[in-house]
């Protein structure tokens, strides 16, 4: 018995998710102390204590070394983690800039930002001279149609205002 | 050093252009000199909605600029009011209002905005609160309602529009008039609770006029909680009348962003107030079961003391605020 | 002959215009996430006063029509349902677009919507009154049953484990708890924070939960975000209309749930897919293939999706109670017109109504064609684009998609880290459907149950409030046999299946 192979069944992915659900329950189980109505509570209460007895039959199941099906991939990363990462930031990122860059700069940064997050090619001059300016015109295009013509009120931005 | 002292300057020559960028070039002579935002702090289709589009081909004809409606729903109106006081002063962009909701709301919890962080210049319609029962029910008159409450405590049933809500705090105040106690069934918005109504899963409807009028075919009211009978129907006697002193319902109003010059919030409350006067606009709302008052820049922080006690009130009653 | 001068005056150069102009854009519009046929149909309204009523509901009525359909797009290439209605579209579309056949998905989800469209229109034409009492019919404890059944599709849809499913499913409710509750005022789960006070939105939460994942993997590998057959196919239209000559009894069935739920006032389009979804999984003889990329999970959704259009409108239309939220949008631009709606409607003032009726089946049958075109380049570009901009492209409309939703920074946020959340738990086998649909069935159910069970009380007959009703009893049937037959089947497989990978060990 090698220590890959145990580490392949103890796979503890299980018990941690379960916990992280048990503590999610309890903590909205003490959120429905503070309703005033009584048809407030009845539903996320039941929900939660339904939740947090799926938990604990995970963890049984698991305890039990019982997969149920083959399909379960249980925890598996592969590839590139820091690309992933880097686009929620980039989009988090863009969402959170909105209100002080105004839509359409925070759209620009991240398009480009993500662009580059997403390349894999090599960057020839033609890559170089077309991408940015194909991204600019999906970006601007895109602010015209929600803004101008389905008349969404985009964020202008605090810190920079635009001429149209 | 060096480098800090230099962000410093640019951030500031940054704030100073940016500054000069945004200062509020508004005059009222000239206003409003392009279309005006209003942002409705619910979904499309429901009275809110309807009213500001009564308003819209109204306020181009009379002012020669649009309204460009938009909805920003969440929170039983909590995320748009929130927001309000942080959009553009410049007078061109304003909101709904709606009472009771921007009374109680702030009472329950911190929903990010208080009572007085809404700078409302003009309430200018309601929906004043009515029983409705389908036109085949056992209940001819306010008075078999009630007897038949009094024989069968708690087995009288009302759909209603949400909880806190004029509805609600209607029946409540009903409940202690009259003596009774019925069960209010709370529903998402006036549409569910005409369902429930009409599908006969209640007795009757703690509704509004408006329902009244959409439905002629299908209901009656028993009673109106009005001052005056409704002009569009002279036959429903007013909760007054019959000895009730209810006069409530749900009004609605326009808020603009805290910080807007007084010139012209004065200047919207006249240009509302206009619109209110016009007799084709006057029919068309009064059609769709809404009564018109007018409540004026001048006229609004009274208003909203004098109704905020009596919906403190009810709303302690009904348990929705400790 | 009334009925023929209402054809002819739907026919008129000026309503042709308008059907083809509306379902143009509005497949368009409800390709692109975030944007829905509810803000299409909103921001035509001003425009639409200056109209005869007839061609203002023709032009909404087809923008409606086309935005149901275009969610199949971003549903099929993307994994991203542009609209509600095409959740169970991802299903089995996204599965059919990874294995190469996305271009025969985006036709057969076509044939499926016009199917779906001609017959929600033809049951509005013919019998729009006396199908309006079926909204009547149903009650506070109906709706509680209708969401538990749509919820009991978790058990079904679960591909890993069940257990981790059920927990999903109820992450969902608890998700569709937050903010101010609809029915009782009170604010729950938002821990002070002002940013949660307007809850969860649902079509944010599906494009985070679906969309964001699919972004992820696509930055991880250098590879193409869809596998493409070396040979272009075109549109494989023979192919796809065989498919759907064979699914022929899936695609009527399918298209009457879809009209039946859509009869129901807030019940809508993604529970007319999920029930038509479950009911032609349930019936199928290649169960196991759905969800893996079954055409028949694409033809059942969109054609029960595009059905709900016409039984909206039945609602509507006949007793002043919108049946989705266009429809609200539309009665309101009606109302606004000083249209009377009831069942007058289709009586007095006939003309209007059947003029609109007809239009919608123009508008229909015009989305046969344009659908086509438009599904065809769609798919192209999906493929031919480089990684590098369909990426930022398609992370770019999330972003003013969602913030279009509500007009609000905070829901982006919110989309964005679901997205993530939804990314990390699918890495530890708990799908994203299961959340999803505790989200969307979560306050149907919730506020069922809660009038429910004030009424019941009130009148002193809880067991027959729950138990005592005919349809509640006909749903609960259905409840069962969905429930216990495959879920069974399922354990005791599961249990063999595992056994036997144990010994192999």
């Known amino acids: 018995m090698t220590t890959k192979s145990v580490a392949k069944r103890r796979d503890i992915s299980s018990p941690v998710m379960a916990a992280l659900f048990i503590a999610i329950g309890a903590i909205v189980i003490w959120d429905t102390t503070t309703y005033t109505d009584a048809d407030s509570y ?53 969402a959170l800039a909105m209100p002080y860059l105004g839509f359409l700069i925070a759209g620009l940064i991240a398009f480009a930002a993500i662009m580059l997050i997403a390349m894999y090619d090599p960057w020839t001059p033609y890559r170089l001279a077309v991408y940015p300016i194909a991204g600019a015109i999906i970006v601007i295009g895109f602010y015209m149609l929600f803004s101008h013509v389905l008349q969404v009120p985009l964020p202008e931005g605090t810190m920079v205002t635009l001429p149209f | 050093m060096k480098f800090t002292t230099a962000i410093k300057a640019s951030v500031l020559s940054l704030g100073l252009a940016t500054g000069l960028a945004i200062a509020p070039a508004v005059h009222a002579d000239d206003y409003p000199s392009k279309s005006i935002n209003y942002i409705i702090p619910f979904g499309p289709g429901g009275e809110s909605d309807i009213s500001a589009r009564h308003q819209q081909p109204f306020f181009k004809k009379m002012f ?51 009572t007085d962080d809404v700078d409302g210049f003009y309430i200018f319609h309601y929906t004043p609160d009515a029983i409705v029962v389908t036109a085949d029910s056992e209940f001819k008159s306010l008075k078999d309602m009630i007897d038949y409450a009094k024989a069968n405590p708690g087995k009288l049933t009302f759909s209603g529009s949400g909880k806190g809500t004029a509805n609600h705090l209607a029946q409540v105040t009903f409940d202690k008039l009259a003596g009774i106690k019925t069960t209010y069934v709370a529903f998402k918005g006036t549409g569910a609770a005409v369902q429930a109504l009409l599908g006969n899963q209640v007795k009757a409807e703690f509704g509004y006029t408006s329902v009244g009028a959409k439905h002629s075919d299908k209901v009656r009211m028993l009673a ?92 302690k009653e009904a348990g929705v605020i400790k | 002959m009334a009925a023929f001068e209402n054809l002819v005056a739907a026919f008129s150069p000026l309503n042709l215009l308008l059907a083809l102009g509306g379902v143009i854009a509005g497949t368009v519009i409800g390709s692109l996430p975030g944007l829905t046929a509810t803000m299409a149909v909103a921001v035509l309204v001003p425009i639409t006063f200056s109209m005869e009523p007839a061609s203002a509901l023709i032009l909404m009525g087809a923008i409606y029509t086309g935005a149901i359909y275009g969610g199949a797009y971003s549903a099929i ?38 199917v779906g469209g001609l017959v929600g229109a033809t049951f509005l034409l013919i019998l729009a009154p006396p199908l309006a009492s079926v909204a009547l019919a149903f009650g506070p404890v109906e709706y509680f049953w209708l969401a538990i059944f749509g919820l009991s599709l978790i058990a079904a849809l679960s591909e890993g484990n069940l257990v981790k499913a059920l927990m999903g499913g109820c992450l969902g409710l608890l998700l569709s708890a937050i903010g101010v509750a609809e029915v009782s005022a009170d604010i729950r789960l938002t821990f002070g924070s002002q940013v949660l006070v307007g809850g969860i939105e649902t079509v944010s939460a599906l494009i985070g939960l679906y969309c964001v994942p699919v972004l992820i993997d696509l930055v991880a590998t250098p590879d193409k975000h869809l596998k493409v057959t070396t040979e272009t196919k075109g549109i494989r239209l023979p192919e796809a209309l065989a498919i759907s000559w064979r699914g022929k009894f899936n695609l009527i069935r399918s298209s009457v749930i879809g009209t039946l739920v859509g009869i129901l006032p ?20 290649n169960q196991d293939e759905f969800g893996k990329g079954a055409p028949d999970g694409v033809q059942a959704t969109e054609s029960a999706n595009n059905a709900t259009v016409g039984g909206g409108f039945i609602p509507t239309l006949v007793l002043g109670i919108p049946g989705t939220p266009p429809d609200a949008v539309i009665l309101g631009a009606l109302l606004v017109q000083g249209v009377k709606v009831g069942p007058n409607l289709f009586t007095s003032e006939s003309s209007i109504v059947y003029t609109f009726i007809y239009g919608l089946f123009l508008a229909t049958i015009l989305m046969l064609p344009t659908g086509l075109i438009i599904g065809r380049y769609a798919y192209r570009s999906i493929i031919a ?43 530890f086998g708990f799908s994203a459907s299961p959340i999803v649909l505790g989200l969307i069935l979560g306050s149907i159910a919730e506020q069922g149950f809660v009038q429910a069970w004030t009424i019941g009380a009130a009148t002193e007959n809880l067991t027959g409030m729950f138990f005592g009703r005919p349809i509640s009893l006909a749903i609960i049937a ?8 495959p879920s069974i089947v399922k354990l005791f497989a599961g249990r063999n299946a595992n056994a036997d990978g144990e010994e192999k060990q």
């Not at chain 1, 539903?43 to 339904?50: D, E, G, K, N, S």
């Not at chain 3, 299903?91 to 499926?112: Q, R």
């Open chain 3, 266 to 285: 807030g019940a809508g389009g993604s529970i007319a897919g999920l029930v038509a979804y479950s009911e032609a999984r349930r019936t199928a003889k």
């Open chain 2, 64 to 114: 020669g600029q649009d309204l460009i409606i938009s909805y920003k729903p969440g929170g039983g109106g909590a995320v748009g009011w929130s927001q309000l006081n942080s959009m553009p002063k410049d007078g061109y962009t304003m909101m709904g209002i709606n009472l009771p909701h921007i009374i109680i709301k702030p009472l329950q919890k911190d929903v990010g905005f208080k």
């Open chain 3, 478 to 485: 259905m409840i069962v046999i969905s429930l216990l037959g």
């Open chain 1, 42 to 94: 009845v539903f996320p209460r039941t929900i939660a204590i339904v939740m947090i007895g799926l938990s604990v039959l995970l963890t049984i199941q698991w305890f039990l070394g019982w997969k149920p099906s083959a399909d379960d991939p249980g925890a598996t990363v592969d590839k590139s983690i820091p690309r992933r990462v880097l686009l929620v930031i980039a989009m988090i990122g863009a």
């Open chain 2, 224 to 315: 109106v909680a009005m001052e005056e009978r409704h002009p569009s129907f002279p036959d429903v006697p007013t909760f007054k009348e019959l000895g009730f002193d209810i006069v409530s319902g749900a009004y609605r109003g326009i808020a603009v962003p805290k910080g807007t010059p007084d010139d012209i919030k004065n200047k919207l409350s006249e240009m509302i107030g206009e619109i209110n006067k016009d007799a084709d606009f006057r029919k068309k709302m009064e059609a769709d079961g809404f009564a018109l008052i007018d409540v004026g820049v001048d006229k609004y922080a009274d208003f909203i003391a004098e109704k905020t006690k009596g919906y403190v009130e009810s709303a």
């Open chain 3, 77 to 114: 290439l993307l994994n991203t349902p542009g609209t509600p209605s095409a959740i169970a579209t991802t299903f089995d579309g996204y599965p059919m677009a990874k294995n190469g056949d996305g271009d025969l998905a985006v036709t057969l989800a076509c044939i499926a919507s016009v």
């Open chain 3, 385 to 427: 684009i480089p990684k590098a901009i369909l990426v930022p492209t398609v992370a770019f409309m999330t972003l003013i998609g969602t913030y279009a939703i509500r007009n609000s920074v905070s829901d982006v946020v919110i989309m964005v880290i679901l997205g993530a959340i939804g990314w990390v738990l699918g890495r």
